[in-house]
């Protein structure tokens, strides 16, 4: 395979290389959800194999008045899996966006890294010749489309574009975040349960002040360690731990899984107990697609939006909450979020209050430093 | 044997697992009592070794061959000519779908070698179905019939799948019709929604692994009646299912797919059954592996994970196994003067029997071991020239891995039974931690034939019902009864007939409120 980044210390384009990583780095970042990045990875392979690889480009080499457009899939991802995208359909929505704005997009990127929305720009980038942004506007994976950074800094969501695999098309005004999640929701149900969307169209500025700056090089670092360690048979989550400026959480195997499916949700609970130097010690895992709150003897490890992940004991591979199986031997590793998702409108977005966890936020820092998180 | 002692009423069954190894045969009595077990190795024409474990049988056991009625084959052929690319057939595939899927083109996930030995003939079609039902885009006859004709001559079987057909199957059947048409009523189609559910990769890659597996199993069934003639055998011929189900021959000659990997799941069936146990952990110790599977009332605990076969993601319904490089043909290696003992992950396999310190070759092996330290006799063994040392650090390291897998296994802190079956089981000490009781049946060395021999047959239905005109309870009774119908008409005891799995989707979109229910019933013969 060919190595296009030669420049150690920078990524510079997506290569099939890059995107075997980012596809494993972005799971870690799903925190057990976002999706399974298996179909998003086999599309931008398909489409490096097709065009070569994709320019990255950084936020900080952005000009100021560039528009940038965000690139997903919103809907099921079962349904995604049947009714794989087609290619038409992925830059469709561009299309429509620079129609209404009269202008042309200087660069696509994910508007989540976590799970698998964090390739799906990859194919339109290689169609139109642009370069795919080296951030994103989560930081980790959430389930709703309001709950990105641009939300909390007050940028306008619309003009929403949507399509279908059929070449319907669709713009969308929505006042906010909370409504464009509310139409745009009806709308996939209509188009098949699965469809591409772009929303929050952002300048060159507003991606420097707003977004998460850096994640798809986050996310190779996190799946080159990963593949490196399994090749050097070298336990790859002290690595990681250090890279992520992480914390182990707890070592031990799930002994009890509880799933159940609400509003289109997966939520449910897991139990886990210690292991090895560990054993005595029990470990809750609360989630609804993704991990959103660890505790422990009436204490929380790890709250949302802080990122918790599920790591397997030998590999280091991440386990999402619909692969994770009784006598799984994990390590729970938790990772500071973005600061701006500490903010209080972001703690009132994506906060253990809004997922219906009736505890306060405390910081993983703190936690981990034993202060606080008294439930 | 006096005709006196002969029980006049008394029917017989074979049951034949072939593995990588070893091909083991079980003969069982209509009470299914095993009678009588073999073992022989799996060679490379793999035919003849099924016709001497068959000879051995009748020989050994002095059966009357016209009494047995039937016969049941597990083998590992169709997973090895995957694996090994060897014998695959050239598929053509239509994929309907059109204008979606367009963005991963089939065999996306194929490598070159695999690609190969399929062909080149893979196109994707106008068509394919909603989630709920609705039509995406119509099918463009004119175009899948110009697909058909490229693959005229050059394809040995066609691969149908269409997006959501395990919803909507009008598409898939249609193509099918027009292939017989185009390429003459003998060509082999497979219809995806007949092989796997939702996920449309996984699906199309079963189906096309299945077109390209036809050669391969009817040579296996072909060797297996003519093997099974020439004994003067006149039985009902049945293949063994992933499911731990049994399919009737001419059935197997349509979905080889179904047969890849049955050997765990015979093991564990055959497990249960010489036990007596429906709760435990199955150990299975064989020459190479350790294969440790969860017997849950009385059927193998199913896997959530996506299954991948020669490299290729598909979606079959597995049994949940955790194998380790562990068996009684590992190879145990001493670093200077002893001090450091490693054990595998590599293995003798079948050159056991030659290899092996105690049988007289030049490799220590786990077998060795165990002989060594007293848990199994051989006659004729040579222990004397064995480091005793070496040989307890090397049993320290098996019993410690064996005990850590059986741990990853379990699904509470509490200990459990574990059968313990396979020609390696010798290797494990009658006490280890975690386990309450160590269960080792009679002829545990031939588990997984006598799995195969107790198969059961099944019968499968699929509907769509309207609820408007009846109730949800309704709809469902009538689909299981279709289901156990069908079972019996397979052959299946109707006292015996059980509801093994049972799926509903509710088609929104579709008029007068539909339901489509899916329900497979299985029982024994």
Do not use: H, I, Y
């Given at each position: 395979m060919a190595n296009n980044n030669t420049d150690q210390n920078k990524l510079t384009a997506l290569d099939e290389q890059a995107v075997q990583y980012i596809a494993v780095g972005a799971a870690v970042l799903g925190t057990g959800g976002g999706g399974d990045p298996h179909i998003g990875k086999l599309m931008a392979l398909e489409t490096i194999r097709k065009y070569g690889p994709v320019r990255l480009v950084r936020p900080e080499e952005l000009e100021d008045d560039s528009l940038v457009v965000p690139l997903s899939m919103i809907g099921a991802p079962t349904v995604m899996n049947e009714k794989i995208p087609s290619i038409e359909q992925m830059t469709q929505p561009l299309d429509l966006i620079e129609k209404e704005l009269g202008r042309k997009v200087s660069a696509v990127m994910p508007i989540?890294?976590?799970?698998?929305?964090?390739?799906?720009?990859v194919i339109a980038a290689a169609e139109r010749g642009i370069p795919i942004l080296d951030a994103d506007a989560m930081g980790r994976a959430f389930p709703e489309s309001q709950m990105v950074t641009f939300y909390l800094d007050g940028i306008d969501c619309s003009p929403i574009t949507m399509a279908d695999e059929r070449g319907n098309g669709v713009l969308m005004h929505a006042i906010d975040g909370v409504w464009e999640e509310r139409m745009a929701r009806a709308l996939t149900i209509q188009m098949g349960g699965s469809a591409s969307i772009c929303d929050y169209p952002v300048s060159g500025a507003q991606v420097k002040k707003s977004a998460v700056p850096h994640t798809l090089t986050l996310a190779y670092e996190i799946g080159k360690t990963l593949f490196e360690s399994k090749e050097q048979k070298q336990n790859p989550i002290e690595a990681l731990l250090k890279q992520l400026h992480g914390y182990a959480l707890f070592n031990g195997k799930a002994v009890d899984i509880r799933r159940r499916t609400e509003g289109g949700f997966t939520r449910g609970e897991a139990v886990f107990e210690g292991t090895d130097a560990e054993k005595g010690r029990t470990m809750r895992l609360y989630f609804q697609n993704e991990f959103l709150l660890a505790t422990e003897d009436g204490r929380s490890l790890a709250v949302t939006p802080d990122l918790i992940s599920l790591l397997d004991q030998d590999t280091g591979m991440p386990i999402t909450t619909e692969n994770l199986k009784y006598g799984a031997r994990v390590t729970a590793v938790g990772f500071p979020c973005?600061?701006?998702?500490?903010?209080p409108k972001g703690l009132e977005t994506v906060g253990p209050k809004y997922f219906g966890y009736d505890i306060p936020y405390v910081p993983i820092e703190e936690l981990a430093a034993g202060k606080g998180g008294n439930l | 044997m006096p005709w006196t002692m002969m029980n006049n009423e008394e029917t017989y069954r074979i049951g034949i697992d072939v593995g990588g190894t070893n091909t083991d045969a079980a003969l069982l009595d209509s009470k299914l009592d095993t009678i009588h077990t073999v073992k022989v190795h799996t060679t490379r024409d793999v035919n003849e070794g099924i016709v001497e474990s068959i000879r051995r049988l009748l020989a050994e056991s002095g059966v009357n061959p016209a009494r047995v009625q039937y016969a049941m084959l597990g083998t590992t052929h169709c997973t090895n000519a995957i694996v090994e690319r060897k014998h695959l057939g050239k598929v053509g595939l239509i994929r309907i779908g059109a204008p979606a899927t367009t963005s991963v083109p089939p065999l996306a996930d194929w490598d070159d070698t695999l690609k190969a030995a399929v062909g080149p003939h893979a196109y994707v079609a106008r068509g394919g179905y909603e989630y709920d039902g609705r039509t995406i885009v119509e099918l463009d006859e004119a175009e899948i019939k110009d697909y058909l004709a490229r693959m005229k001559g050059e394809v040995e079987a066609v691969a149908v799948c269409g997006v959501f057909s395990p919803v909507n199957a009008s598409q898939e059947k249609r193509v099918a019709e027009l292939a017989k048409e185009i390429l003459g009523e003998g060509m082999p189609v497979t219809l995806s929604h007949e092989i796997g559910s939702i996920g449309i990769l996984e699906r199309e890659n079963a189906s096309l692994l299945n077109g390209a597996l036809l050669n391969v199993i009817a040579g296996v069934v072909r060797g297996f009646e003519q093997a099974l003639q020439s004994f003067g055998i006149d039985a009902g011929v049945y293949i063994c299912q992933n499911d731990g189900t049994l399919m009737r021959s001419e059935y197997a000659l349509r979905y080889p797919i179904l047969t890849i990997a049955c050997g765990p799941t015979n093991s564990i069936r055959g497990a249960a059954h010489l036990s007596g146990l429906n709760n435990a952990l199955v150990v299975d110790i064989g020459g190479t592996t350790t294969d440790i599977g969860v017997l849950a009332q009385g059927f193998p605990r199913q896997s959530s994970a996506a299954v991948e076969i020669g490299g290729v993601r598909t979606n079959f319904r597995m049994p949940d196994i955790l194998s380790i490089g562990i068996g009684g043909g590992t190879i145990v290696r001493a670093g200077g003067e002893g001090e450091t003992v490693t054990v595998g992950p590599d293995s003798v396999g079948y050159e056991l029997l030659k290899r092996g310190r105690i049988f007289g070759g030049d490799t220590l092996t786990a077998t060795d071991v165990a002989v060594k330290l007293g848990r199994y006799e051989w006659d004729g063994a040579r222990t004397e020239g064995l480091d005793a040392s070496v040989c307890r650090q090397a049993d320290e390291i098996i019993t410690r891995d064996i005990e850590d897998a059986i741990d990853r296994m379990k699904t509470s802190a509490e200990d459990v039974d574990v059968i313990l079956v396979g020609g390696g089981s010798i290797l494990v000490p009658d006490k280890l931690q975690g386990v309450a009781r160590i269960v080792r049946p009679d002829h545990y060395d031939a588990a997984n034939a006598i799995g195969a021999a107790l198969g059961e047959v099944s019968g499968e239905t699929e509907r769509i019902y309207s609820l408007d005109e009846m109730t949800y309870e309704e709809a469902m009774a009538d689909a299981k009864n279709h289901a156990v119908e069908q079972a019996v008409l397979a052959g299946a005891d109707r006292a015996t007939v059980q509801i093994v799995l049972s799926e509903d989707i509710p088609l929104a979109y579709m008029p007068g409120n539909a339901l489509l229910v899916k329900v497979k019933a299985a029982g024994r013969l």
């Open positions: 989540e890294v976590g799970g698998g929305n964090s390739l799906v720009p973005d600061p701006r998702w500490r903010t | -």
